[in-house]
Every structure is written in structure tokens, then in C-alpha cells.
């Protein structure tokens, strides 16, 4: 019998791969994807989305995707890393990124490149082009000035480039001593770790996504409660944590993960 037969599932529930059908809407990341949305729908230009690690921001930015989805009018492209050695380096990805050929090889030519694209989909076209940076804290000063020139390409009413950069919190000193790109900023948000109720509300969302039609929670309260207390609600934490329990519950051919199994797995985590 498959591991998901065994627990009445029909597909992996605490997978940690950033599925949108998977992304819980907590109070904070519902909030978010729709401001996100609306800021977007605008035209308002640049949006930041800051977190520590594993809160659930790459998942968010493929809800976001997935909104507009069936959506011609607006283009989307994604960078997952931007780990560029050099400002060439950046423009080229973004080149490449915008199926341009510039005739010459050069910076200059490859921002006039990118500004005449921007205006032809912007304009011409009535398109809106988002641009999606994940580990947005890789960024350096010299990417971030060239995206603050990006940004500065616009109508009288809107903004041509919708720059969306998630990032962890640790950009956000190094954004504020650049106050001509801090101004810039549409929105600004902050997504946070998940509180109990919100951990107890993923688990049981996730294994509803999943297809569990068991008779009764495959988790018992005071086993969600110890996840909570031992991931703190970070939604990646949560996950690895109940993919464990989950194995494990395979293992000893159990029906429930209590708070004696969920206290094992961490037992055996600190070893």
C-alpha cells in the first residue's frame, strides 16, 4: 500500500515546494497576496514583501501568479536568484528574460533595449509587465540602482514596470540608506510567522488540499500544539515537521500523530 493509501491521502500534503494549491491564507498572507494584487492592478510600480526564512514568501509570489492566470493583459517574468557578479550580468538576464536582441553588446545598449521594450508592451501594447525577484537580499547597490532606473520609466499615471522583490529582513536596512529608492516603495509588507490557531489551520488545510477523508484529524491537538511550539509557526518549520510525523506514523503502522510521536521526531532532530 502507497504512503498516501495508507493515510487515506491522494498526494503528498507537507511537500515544501512552492505549490499554490498548498498556500495557506493566513490572516497576513491573505492580506498581503491581495495587496499585492490591487498594487499591481495599479500600476503603482514597486513592492516589497520582507520575511525571514521559511514564513512563506515564494509561495505567496506564485498565489500571486496564479491570480492573474487567464489574464493576456498582464506579462509576468520571474528571477528565483539574482546572484549577478556584475550590472552586464544583471542587464543581460533581464535581455534574455524580455526575448530582446539588442544589436550591440554593451550596457548602454541594453538599457536602451530594455526602455523600449518597457514602452512598446507598456504603451503600445497595454500590457502590464511584473518583474519577480526572489532572495531578494542578494541584491547589491549596483542592482538596486538599476532597477531604480527601471523604475523610472512611466506615463503621467503609471508606473511601466511592476517590481515585486521578496526579500528577507535583512535588505531592509541596506534599502533604507538609499532614500531615492525607499521613496519609491508602493507598498511595503511584512509577513509573519503563523500563531497557533494559524499552525493547527494549516496543518488541517493542507491535508483537506491533500484529499484526507479519514474518519477523524490524522493529528491530534496536543500534537499540533507541540509542532506549534517547536517550529514557532513558520510555515516551512511546520511542514518538514509533519512530513516527519507523517513517516513515522507510516513507520509504527499508527493512526494518529499525537504529541508522543510529534516529541519523538524532535528528540530525534536534536541528535
Known amino acids: 500500500m502507497s504512503y498516501y ?3 487515506n491521502l491522494e498526494k503528498e500534503p507537507f511537500s515544501t515546494s512552492p505549490d499554490p ?11 498581503a497576496l491581495k495587496r499585492l494584487e490591487i498594487a499591481i492592478r495599479l500600476r503603482r ?17 506564485r498565489a500571486l501568479v496564479q491570480t492573474f492566470e487567464g489574464e493576456s493583459d498582464f506579462i509576468f517574468h520571474m528571477i528565483l536568484d539574482p546572484n549577478y557578479k556584475t550590472e552586464f550580468q544583471f542587464l543581460a538576464s533581464l535581455i534574455k528574460m524580455f526575448g530582446k536582441k539588442p544589436e550591440f553588446r554593451s550596457t548602454l545598449d ?7 521594450y518597457l514602452f ?3 504603451i503600445d501594447e497595454n500590457k502590464t509587465i511584473v518583474l519577480l525577484i526572489d532572495e531578494g537580499q542578494k541584491l547589491n547597490a549596483n542592482h538596486l540602482e538599476l532597477l531604480r532606473i527601471l523604475l523610472n520609466y ?3 499615471e503609471y508606473k511601466l514596470l511592476q517590481l515585486f522583490i521578496l526579500s528577507q529582513t535583512e535588505l531592509l536596512p541596506r534599502l533604507r540608506k538609499i532614500k531615492n529608492f525607499m521613496d519609491r516603495i508602493a507598498l511595503k509588507y511584512m509577513i509573519n510567522p503563523l500563531d497557533e490557531a494559524e499552525t493547527k489551520e494549516m496543518i488541517a488545510f493542507r491535508l483537506r488540499q491533500a484529499g484526507y477523508n479519514g474518519p477523524e484529524p490524522l493529528f491530534t491537538d496536543d500534537g499540533m500544539k507541540l509542532i506549534y511550539e517547536h517550529t514557532q509557526g513558520y510555515p516551512r518549520r ?22 508522543e510521536l510529534v516529541s519523538e521526531i524532535i528528540e530525534q532532530e536534536v541528535k
Open 238 to 259: 511546520i511542514s518538514l515537521l509533519c512530513h516527519d510525523c507523517l513517516e513515522m506514523l507510516i513507520m509504527k503502522e499508527g493512526s494518529r500523530v499525537d504529541r
Open 45 to 61: 510600480g514597486l513592492s516589497v514583501v520582507l520575511g525571514d526564512v521559511g514564513t512563506g514568501k515564494t509561495t505567496l509570489s
Open 110 to 116: 541594453y538599457k536602451d533595449a530594455i526602455e523600449k
Open 120 to 122: 512598446q508592451k507598456g
Open 21 to 31: 494549491v498548498f498556500f495557506y491564507r493566513s490572516q497576513s498572507h491573505d492580506s
Open 5 to 7: 493509501k495508507a493515510l
Open 154 to 156: 512611466e506615463t503621467n
